[in-house]
């Protein structure tokens, strides 16, 4: 944009701001959660079972017992992890705590025949990524290592480069499907690179493959995910691969039930540590979930009236920042086909600007830094948007908000730096 313009687009901007901040709105676009009428959808988990407690092996689900929980939901984490049933272990509520429990043995104990990464241990971090991620290496004393993100997935050669020079990298965080926040998926080439790192990296090295989105589809004819698990197992490297999974966003992102598998020793090692911590798993939760998905076409089928509600919220989003910003020059933005988020990059060093200029029109963002290794984005650039959790009317009424931010830090960062 020529000064002249972008000094026109700036006048609009400051007057559009006082009158947002004159009447702020009092929304929030921060945490990706599901929104109230998305987790409706699962209330028929609600007296589901009728008094029947029984799994399909005949065991009380009310008991103690069965820690890698009920053959049915081995098969469902099996099915949507796409791994064999007998690697998978269905527990809890949160993959979460699955992610920190299995980095936390990594450390401290190892896996079978795999030394504990101990003292030292460094993670690679794709940014921009998923700021719980980040904050489980850093609150177990590992140092974050970022690695850019593409558009198919994290950057293999800074990985590949990195790992053969530095054995005291040990894991790697993976979102393969609609990443969070870009929404990027791995392509069959990026698996494969992933699937032979252990080959190249120091020893105890995971991959640590969190497949969150792996059924929330925005669209109805879904690029289908490489396996992981084929290809780590022509390589060799199963034993390397962490793979999770939950029903966070399927059903209750509070009541849901989280998946994990691995190749066979360190599955059996991970499951030793774990039986230290627990008897078994909420088995009548697993219960009422395999009522509820019975498989994986139900499942599918269950995901679609996720869709339903979503699609309209993203592509608010989406024509907003077409509107306000396409052909600016002052942002550019991820179209996801999934997920969960939107990943913004504005002009860099306007990142922290724009969420306190939001903040004063009354529309709560992601801090700037949130998707980068403790918090700091060192281009100040990248923001990430959640439109899951408000209705579609403030999803519309905060992107005004949103995108006059962005235009109004952008133009006045560019006329400080080309003034004339
Ligand atoms: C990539 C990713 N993994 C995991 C989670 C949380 O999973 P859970 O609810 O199973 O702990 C989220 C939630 O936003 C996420 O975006």
Redesign the pocket.
């Known amino acids: 944009m020529t000064p002249e313009a972008l000094k026109a687009l700036l006048a609009t901007a400051e007057t559009d701001h006082a009158a947002h901040c004159a009447a702020p709105l009092g929304l929030d676009l921060t945490?990706?959660k599901p929104a109230a009428d998305q987790l409706s959808f699962a209330n028929g988990l609600d007296g589901i079972l009728q008094g029947q407690f029984l799994d399909r092996d005949g065991s009380d689900t009310r008991n103690y017992g069965g820690p890698l929980g009920i053959p049915e939901l081995r098969d469902l984490g099996a099915a949507v992890l796409e791994v064999p049933a007998a690697q998978v272990l269905a527990g809890g509520?949160?993959?979460?705590?699955l992610?920190y429990q299995f980095v936390d043995a990594a450390l401290r104990f190892g896996f079978g025949a795999q030394a504990p990464w101990g003292d030292g241990a460094k993670m690679l971090c794709p940014v921009p990524g998923?700021d719980?991620?980040f904050a489980i290496g850093e609150h177990l004393g590992l140092e974050l290592v970022p690695v850019p993100m593409t558009d198919s997935g994290p950057c293999m050669d800074a990985i590949e480069a990195a790992v053969a020079a530095d054995p005291s990298i040990k894991a790697l965080w993976v979102?393969p499907k609609y990443?969070?926040p870009t929404g990027a998926s791995v392509s069959e080439a990026v698996t494969t690179r992933l699937a032979a790192l252990p080959t190249i990296a120091g020893p105890g090295f995971q991959v640590l493959w969190?497949n969150?989105?792996a059924v929330h589809d925005l669209t109805d004819t879904p690029t289908p995910l490489p396996s992981l698990w084929s290809a780590a197992e022509a390589a060799g490297t199963l034993d390397h691969m962490a793979l999770?999974?939950?029903t966070?966003?399927m059903s209750w992102?509070g009541g849901?039930v989280?998946f994990f598998a691995a190749g066979p020793n360190t599955f059996k090692a991970f499951n030793h540590h774990l039986s230290f911590q627990l008897i078994g798993p909420d088995k009548v939760n697993q219960l009422r979930h395999a009522r509820l998905f019975p498989d994986l076409p139900q499942l599918r089928a269950h995901m679609a009236q996720h869709r339903a509600l979503l699609k309209p919220k993203f592509d608010a989003v989406l024509s907003a920042l077409d509107a306000g910003l396409g052909n600016t020059g002052l942002a550019r933005w991820t179209v996801p086909e999934g997920g969960?988020?939107i990943s913004v990059d504005v002009v860099p060093g306007t990142a922290k600007t724009v969420v306190a200029l939001a903040a004063e029109a009354g529309v709560k963002l992601t801090p700037a830094g949130a998707t980068h290794p403790y918090g700091k984005d060192p281009d100040d650039q990248t923001l990430r948007l959640a439109p899951s959790f408000p209705p579609l009317a403030d999803v519309e009424a905060a992107m005004a908000v949103f995108v006059n931010c962005v235009r109004l830090a952008g133009a006045r960062q560019r006329l400080k730096e080309r003034p004339e």
Do not use: P
């Not at 509520?93 to 705590?97: A, G, R, V």
């Open positions: 945490r990706g509520n949160s993959s979460l705590t992610m998923y719980r991620h979102v990443s969070n969190d969150a989105y999770f999974a939950s966070s966003k992102a849901g989280a969960y988020f």
